[in-house]
């Protein structure tokens, strides 16, 4: 069964540093994109960062220069580097993997940044 399971979250204050995990089952290794998405309370999902399975990536302007997602494709997992966070940043982090015409997500992580 396909599952992603999210690690890395916490508190921080600004202008510290996370980096968040998506560890995907076998399954998912060969997906053709995936990404991660943050969501506020009350807010729609919105993107963050995206790969796709040749390596294109694509960010958020607001995470631009920031923000850094990589894989290790060995390991099967998904990697977001978060550098100078921002009170704005604080969201529920979700990643996201699309293989065949199917979406799956993790469970979403925590970050907290206080100023």
């Known amino acids: 069964q396909a599952q992603l399971v999210e690690s890395g979250g916490g508190s921080v204050q600004a202008g510290g540093s996370l980096r968040l995990t998506c560890a995907a089952s076998g399954r998912l290794s060969a997906s053709k994109a995936m990404g991660w998405y943050r969501q506020v309370v009350g807010d729609q999902r919105d993107m963050v960062a995206t790969?796709?399975?040749?390596?294109?990536?694509n960010y958020a302007d607001s995470v631009k220069g920031r923000f850094t997602i990589s894989t290790n494709k060995a390991k099967n997992q998904l990697y977001l580097t978060m550098n100078n966070l921002k009170p704005d940043d604080t969201a529920v982090y979700y990643c996201?993997?699309?293989?065949?015409?199917?979406?799956?997500w993790g469970q979403g992580t925590q970050v907290t940044v206080s100023s």
């Open positions: 790969m796709t399975a040749g390596g294109s990536t």
């Open positions: 996201k993997f699309v293989h065949g015409i199917t979406d799956y």
